[in-house]
T-cell receptor, first 116, second 108 residues
Framework: ETGVTQTPRHLVMGMTNKKSLKCEQH?????MYWYKQSAKKPLELMFV???????ENNSVPSRFSPECPNSSHLFLHLHTLQPEDSALYLC???????????????FGPGTRLTVT | QKEVEQNSGPLSVPEGAIASLNCTYS??????FFWYRQYSGKSPELIMS????GDKEDGRFTAQLNKASQYVSLLIRDSQPSDSATYLC????????FGQGTTLQVKP
């Protein structure tokens, strides 16, 4: 257990559905991240929230909508996805702002998403 | 040129041998470097962080950093079948950039 939890662990959704992924960190960190991991590809950074403000949006399609209500919780809202969006979605957290352990990111277990 | 490059492998070593995993990066201002281990179907797990040139040892793992040559490596001594996984190199350039990973197979 890394102190980062994600729900659900598996999700199958149709292209017209709306669903949300949830992430919670219990590490007292001040930054949270969403990554996408597709087969045979490097981890792709999607969104970064630092101190609850979005600081990075890596040209992610608008059908993915993040929400960070506080420093411990992060959501990824999904709507009208495409089959190519099927992947492992990973949440991570870190403590930003100096010190020897800055930028060490700890990952949750991920949500395996299948879009049919 | 990719920002972080790793040989995808698979790298196959016999049990008890030393496994050597390498990573090169392109951004000279990178200050922190990480190795993650990812078992099939699981999420990445942080196993080593290194911030300054030289070696850093933690149990059977040694991370080596050479900023002048822009490479970072991970040595696994006394490799075990349980070490079989994909190893991801990550470099902090202001955000964390991951390599595609090297698959390690340790054969009994």
């Amino acid at each position: 257990e890394t102190g980062v939890t994600q729900t659900p662990r598996h999700l199958v959704m149709g292209m017209t559905n709306k669903k949300s992924l949830k992430c919670e960190q219990h590490l007292g960190h001040n930054a949270m991240y969403w990554y996408k991991q597709s087969a045979k590809k490097p981890l792709e950074l999607m969104f970064v929230y630092s101190l609850e403000e979005r600081v990075e949006n890596n040209s992610v399609p608008s059908r993915f909508s993040p929400e960070c209500p506080n420093s411990s919780h992060l959501f990824l809202h999904l709507h009208t996805l495409q089959p190519e969006d099927s992947a492992l979605y990973l949440c991570a957290s870190s403590q930003e702002g100096g010190g020897d352990y800055s930028y060490e990111q700890y990952f949750g277990p991920g949500t395996r998403l299948t879009v049919t | 040129q990719k920002e972080v490059e790793q040989n995808s492998g698979p790298l196959s070593v016999p049990e008890g041998a030393i496994a050597s995993l390498n990573c090169t990066y392109s951004d000279r201002v990178s200050q922190s470097f990480f190795w993650y281990r990812q078992y099939s179907g699981k999420s990445p797990e942080l196993i080593m962080s290194i911030y300054s040139n030289g070696d850093k040892e933690d149990g059977r793992f040694t991370a080596q950093l050479n900023k002048a040559s822009q490479y970072v490596s991970l040595l696994i001594r006394d490799s075990q079948p349980s070490d079989s996984a994909t190893y991801l190199c990550a470099v902090n350039t202001g955000k964390l950039i991951f390599g595609q990973g090297t698959t390690l197979q340790v054969k009994p």
